[in-house]
Nanobody, 117 residues
């Protein structure tokens, strides 16, 4: 069974930066596609960024140029570097993993990111 644990969330002023981390245990991490999602209060869950098992990355238009996803297979970690944060980035951020792109079997518990203006 794969477990995902997010960390690095917090409160920051607009324009600031945060780095989210997701630690995986169990499973075959290097074979998984990994994504970050977020969900703001009263809104649907939104895909933020994806990194495939081959290292190909993609980000939502709303965060392109500000957020960067990366992974370290040796450490079984995935990261989301968030720069130039905006109040609309406020949400709970979730890490997701699985062997099928966009159809994830494993989810973390989430970490809160709050951006104040």
């Amino acid at each position: 069974q794969v477990q995902l644990v997010e960390s690095g969330g917090g409160s920051v002023q607009a324009g600031g930066s945060l780095r989210l981390s997701c630690a995986a245990s169990g499973g075959r991490f290097s074979t998984y596609h990994m994504s970050w999602y977020r969900q703001a209060p009263g809104k649907q869950r939104e895909l933020v960024a994806t990194i495939t098992r081959n290292g190909i990355t993609n980000c939502a238009d709303s965060v392109k140029g500000r957020f960067t996803i990366s992974r370290d297979n040796g450490k079984k970690m995935v990261y989301l570097q968030m720069n130039s944060l905006k109040p609309e980035d406020t949400a709970v951020y979730y890490c997701a993993a699985g062997p099928r792109y966009g159809d994830y079997d494993y989810w973390g518990q989430g970490t809160q990111v709050t951006v104040s203006s």
